[in-house]
């Protein structure tokens, strides 16, 4: 079993729409990670938490440290907010382990 | 500067040439990485390196050989690779071990 679980794997959605996505994990954790991976390559940090929720423009995340689960949230979806989403929990030499991503496509 | 810069974007190789991946930061990060992402798949961790020493090696090849010469910078030495190596090799760093990581827009490495 992987120690972080995503889901959904695909996501499509209309221009406007309330979006989320999940992620699960197995192991204790110091903070997790959502990140924006565009095509192209590069990774950009999204939010890092441990506990609690936070919010940056129409971004949302949420966690639940007793359930070991964690959502993150786009409202008033944007073509531009396509892009691969992933869920990581931070390993024992601060390295990243990471979920499998979810691919969003927001349809104008 | 909030950047982590990776040199070059692109790097076609053959399977005897030897080169050179870059990954440079200066913002005071005493923790780098190196990861490898295979096409649709989530990166991979390669190789950690924690004030300047080589911290975790995750079973990577000879054929990859990572350097820090300083607290800014990471390189990753290649030597003949394989076709299958091709990747998007992504570096990464953070403050220590609990922040924020830091990515950089990868190198991505064709072996021909």
């Known amino acids: 079993k992987n120690e972080v679980e995503q889901s959904p794997q695909n996501l499509t959605a209309q221009e406007g729409e309330f979006i989320t996505i999940n992620c699960s994990y197995s192991v204790g954790i110091s903070a997790l990670h959502w990140l924006q991976q565009h095509p192209g390559g590069g990774i950009v940090s999204l939010f890092m938490?441990?506990?609690g929720k936070k919010k940056h423009g129409r971004l949302i995340a949420t966690i639940n440290i007793q359930e070991k689960h964690s959502s993150l949230h786009i409202t008033a979806s944007h073509p531009r907010d396509s892009a691969v989403y992933i869920c990581?929990?931070?390993?024992?030499?601060?390295?990243?382990?990471f979920g499998k991503g979810t691919k969003l496509s927001v349809k104008p | 500067d909030t950047e982590v810069t990776q040199t070059p974007k692109h790097l076609v190789m053959g399977m005897t040439n030897k080169k050179s991946l870059k990954c440079e930061q200066h913002m005071g990060h005493r923790a780098m990485y190196w990861y490898k992402q295979k096409a649709k798949k989530p990166p991979e961790l390669m190789f950690v390196y924690s004030y300047e020493k080589l911290s975790i090696n995750e079973s990577v090849p000879s054929r990859f050989s990572p350097e820090c010469p300083n607290s800014s910078l990471l390189n990753l030495h290649l030597h003949a690779l394989q076709p299958e190596d091709s990747a998007l090799y992504l570096c990464a760093s953070s403050l220590g071990r609990t922040n924020e990581a830091f990515f950089g827009q990868g190198t991505r490495l064709t072996v021909v």
């Open positions: 938490l441990s506990s």
């Open positions: 990581a929990v931070g390993g024992s030499q601060g390295n990243l382990i």
